[in-house]
């Protein structure tokens, strides 16, 4: 039970028990501990339970989420687990003010929080009671952007949010555009899109922009949309967010569903929250095949384990305690695909890589299905399943339960390359540092590969000064197949991916989808339809550079 040095530096910062000076107070197998005894209170074999958690957990073949390290069991905190929560704000005063105290009760627990703004009258609208003039929805998101400064989740990070708008909202052309100035940094937008949108545009018709059934303008579909990825080229905001399509999976379809956590892997209903776990791929892959019986026992565990802190969880708010345990959805994931792509021999923008992402998920979403309807019968079916599209043939603990979430910070502390569904960031930089110079940064998976080939050291100062081993002499040819960074891979691949792996994924997946700085507006035209058609939930390009302070690849740019 160790970790890397930097895995222990993440967990020392960001989950570690801390006395009233702020001083370490807990180790690794610790907390490991505390997090396996936790989720064992409800069962019956205690000792049993704990085991078999402490073993899954402390050698890192399932990572729980950030609230979970940083609340679950500790004395001085609620045992908040959840990563992702949705909150309905309605056209008043007292709501809008309400949900922003509600968000920074969240905040403050460890959560991210996802809105739908659609049902806020439009800046400019008239105010019945003082007959004055509403300010909107982006000046909204302004007063919630700000109170995010205030609220640091824990003491440690910053809670990220998502703003959702309907594009037939008549303030979504200032929506669209919101970002473009470089504010809301603590913000992610997305238009919430819908198929008759997408039908407007390939006839080239018109769109009725409304508000409580009155129209305030009539625009053309494919002048929206033109502005929309504008915007996105300009500045990576606003992504998008299928909304029929999200209904289309929506397991109790008699609640409205129309919003999901700031990265997007996760809708939900209004004030509901969901826990997050994943499962390290990077320890399923054994001498280049995957260890199928470890991966179904781990994935059964996380599982349970998941399920059980729904029972002991305290979520902040009444509302959300009352939403969450009448679905009972969790979040199974994974991190380390391509370090389980790198350690078969696969390519990421491959079919075959991809056919390998599919049938891991795939796996992951039986054994994961299995399991709960297993704990279904042992312990009973979610509150709701009478209304959901399980009832009445298949009895479900949980309404949902497959999520590819970012997991930006437990991958680090797990010690693989590659974050979530994403490729290698890059195979090597030069990272410049005021203090000690510029020095080489590579992926120790790529030196490994290229030390057990002989690839000499002058040839890794190119690739480091590159930024890529794309077409540099001296490395071999498999070796420049497999080894390719978020910027080697094309868009259309990187969208392949997330399709490939959403397939078997309940809930959504977080993936960023990469495209050089020299990429055009068409690309980003390009990659919006193409996540339409191959009905992805959502999407959000990355385009290098186009964000300030972000790490950018290649020779001079740490
Ligand atoms: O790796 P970790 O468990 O810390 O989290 P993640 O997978 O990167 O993010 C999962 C979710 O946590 C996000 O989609 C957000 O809902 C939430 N989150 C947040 O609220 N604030 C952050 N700074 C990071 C994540």
Same mark, same amino acid.
């Given at each position: 039970?160790?970790?890397?040095?930097?895995?222990?530096?993440?967990?020392?910062?960001?989950?570690?028990?801390?006395?009233?000076?702020?001083?370490?107070?807990?180790?690794?197998?610790?907390?490991?501990?505390?997090?396996?005894?936790?989720?064992?209170?409800?069962?019956?074999?205690?000792?049993?339970?704990?085991?078999?958690?402490?073993?899954?957990?402390?050698?890192?073949?399932?990572?729980?989420?950030?609230?979970?390290?940083?609340?679950?069991?500790?004395?001085?905190?609620?045992?908040?687990?959840?990563?992702?929560?949705?909150?309905?704000?309605?056209?008043?005063?007292?709501?809008?003010?309400?949900?922003?105290?509600?968000?920074?009760?969240?905040?403050?627990?460890?959560?991210?929080?996802?809105?739908?703004?659609?049902?806020?009258?439009?800046?400019?609208?008239?105010?019945?009671?003082?007959?004055?003039?509403?300010?909107?929805?982006?000046?909204?998101?302004?007063?919630?952007?700000?109170?995010?400064?205030?609220?640091?989740?824990?003491?440690?990070?910053?809670?990220?949010?998502?703003?959702?708008?309907?594009?037939?909202?008549?303030?979504?052309?200032?929506?669209?555009?919101?970002?473009?100035?470089?504010?809301?940094?603590?913000?992610?937008?997305?238009?919430?899109?819908?198929?008759?949108?997408?039908?407007?545009?390939?006839?080239?018709?018109?769109?009725?922009?409304?508000?409580?059934?009155?129209?305030?303008?009539?625009?053309?579909? #494919?002048? @929206?949309? *033109?502005? $929309? =990825?504008? %915007?996105?080229? +300009?500045?990576?905001? &606003?992504?998008?967010?299928?909304?029929?399509?999200?209904?289309?999976?929506?397991?109790?379809?008699?609640?409205?569903?129309?919003?999901?956590?700031?990265?997007?892997?996760?809708?939900?209903?209004?004030?509901?929250?969901?826990?997050?776990?994943?499962?390290?791929?990077?320890?399923?892959?054994?001498?280049?095949?995957?260890?199928?019986?470890?991966?179904?026992?781990?994935?059964?565990?996380?599982?349970?384990?998941?399920?059980?802190?729904?029972?002991?969880?305290?979520?902040?708010?009444?509302?959300?305690?009352?939403?969450?345990?009448?679905?009972?959805?969790?979040?199974?994931?994974? #991190?380390? @695909?391509? *370090?389980? $792509? =790198?350690? %078969?021999?696969? +390519?990421?923008?491959? &079919?075959?890589?991809?056919?390998?992402?599919?049938?891991?998920?795939?796996?992951?979403?039986?054994?994961?299905?299995?399991?709960?309807?297993?704990?279904?019968?042992?312990?009973?079916?979610?509150?709701?399943?009478?209304?959901?599209?399980?009832?009445?043939?298949?009895?479900?603990?949980?309404?949902?339960?497959?999520?590819?979430?970012?997991?930006?910070?437990?991958?680090?502390?797990?010690?693989?390359?590659?974050?979530?569904?994403?490729?290698?960031?890059?195979?090597?930089?030069?990272?410049?540092?005021?203090?000690?110079?510029?020095?080489?940064?590579?992926?120790?998976?790529?030196?490994?590969?290229?030390?057990?080939?002989?690839?000499? %050291?002058?040839?890794?100062?190119?690739?480091?000064?590159?930024?890529?081993?794309?077409?540099?002499?001296?490395?071999?040819?498999?070796?420049?197949?497999?080894?390719?960074?978020?910027?080697?891979?094309?868009?259309?691949?990187?969208?392949?991916?997330?399709?490939?792996?959403?397939?078997?994924?309940?809930?959504?997946?977080?993936?960023?989808?990469?495209?050089?700085?020299?990429?055009?507006?068409?690309?980003?035209?390009?990659?919006?339809?193409?996540?339409?058609?191959?009905?992805?939930?959502?999407?959000?390009?990355?385009?290098?550079?186009?964000?300030?302070?972000?790490?950018?690849?290649?020779?001079?740019?740490?």
């Amino acid at each position: 039970m160790q970790l890397s040095a930097n895995g222990q530096k993440v967990f020392d910062a960001r989950y570690a028990g801390k006395d009233e000076n702020g001083q370490i107070n807990e180790t690794f197998p610790q907390a490991v501990h505390r997090l396996a005894t936790t989720a064992s209170i409800v069962e019956q074999d205690q000792h049993y339970w704990t085991t078999k958690f402490t073993d899954v957990i402390g050698n890192l073949l399932f990572v729980p989420s950030t609230p979970i390290w940083a609340n679950v069991g500790k004395t001085d905190r609620p045992w908040q687990p959840g990563a992702c929560f949705v909150l309905a704000v309605e056209d008043s005063l007292h709501s809008m003010y309400d949900v922003l105290h509600q968000t920074a009760m969240i905040f403050k627990s460890g959560g991210g929080t996802g809105y739908n703004f659609s049902s806020i009258r439009p800046k400019g609208d008239l105010v019945h009671s003082t007959k004055g003039q509403a300010s909107g929805v982006v000046e909204l998101i302004r007063l919630y952007n700000a109170s995010a400064n205030m609220v640091m989740q824990g003491g440690v990070r910053r809670g990220a949010s998502l703003g959702i708008l309907n594009i037939d909202h008549p303030e979504i052309k200032d929506f669209i555009n919101a970002k473009l100035n470089g504010d809301l940094t603590n913000f992610n937008l997305s238009v919430g899109v819908i198929d008759a949108f997408m039908d407007a545009l390939n006839q080239g018709a018109a769109w009725e922009l409304k508000f409580n059934g009155k129209v305030y303008e009539t625009i053309a579909a #494919t002048e @929206l949309w *033109d502005m $929309l =990825i504008w %915007a996105a080229h +300009a500045c990576g905001d &606003p992504g998008i967010i299928f909304l029929d399509q999200i209904q289309r999976a929506n397991p109790v379809p008699g609640k409205v569903m129309n919003a999901t956590n700031p990265c997007g892997e996760q809708p939900l209903y209004p004030g509901e929250s969901c826990l997050l776990g994943s499962v390290n791929l990077a320890k399923m892959v054994k001498a280049g095949a995957v260890d199928w019986d470890l991966l179904r026992d781990t994935v059964s565990l996380a599982v349970k384990f998941l399920d059980n802190l729904i029972d002991v969880a305290e979520y902040p708010l009444p509302l959300v305690d009352q939403n969450t345990k009448s679905t009972r959805k969790i979040g199974l994931g994974f #991190t380390g @695909l391509a *370090d389980a $792509l =790198i350690m %078969a021999n696969l +390519a990421y923008d491959s &079919p075959e890589g991809r056919s390998f992402a599919g049938e891991l998920t795939r796996f992951i979403q039986q054994t994961a299905h299995e399991t709960s309807r297993e704990l279904a019968e042992e312990k009973g079916c979610f509150p709701d399943w009478e209304n959901s599209i399980y009832y009445p043939h298949e009895k479900r603990r949980n309404a949902a339960c497959i999520t590819i979430a970012p997991t930006g910070s437990v991958t680090a502390m797990a010690g693989c390359e590659g974050y979530g569904v994403e490729p290698i960031f890059a195979v090597a930089y030069t990272k410049q540092t005021k203090v000690a110079g510029d020095f080489e940064v590579f992926s120790p998976l790529f030196l490994e590969a290229c030390q057990r080939r002989g690839v000499t %050291a002058d040839v890794l100062t190119e690739v480091a000064q590159r930024g890529t081993c794309q077409g540099v002499t001296g490395i071999p040819r498999d070796i420049q197949q497999i080894f390719k960074g978020a910027q080697d891979i094309a868009p259309r691949d990187h969208i392949k991916m997330q399709v490939a792996v959403q397939k078997n994924t309940d809930n959504a997946v977080s993936k960023t989808i990469n495209l050089p700085n020299s990429a055009t507006v068409n690309d980003i035209d390009k990659s919006y339809r193409l996540a339409y058609q191959l009905g992805l939930k959502g999407i959000t390009v990355f385009r290098d550079g186009c964000k300030e302070g972000v790490i950018t690849v290649g020779e001079g740019k740490p």
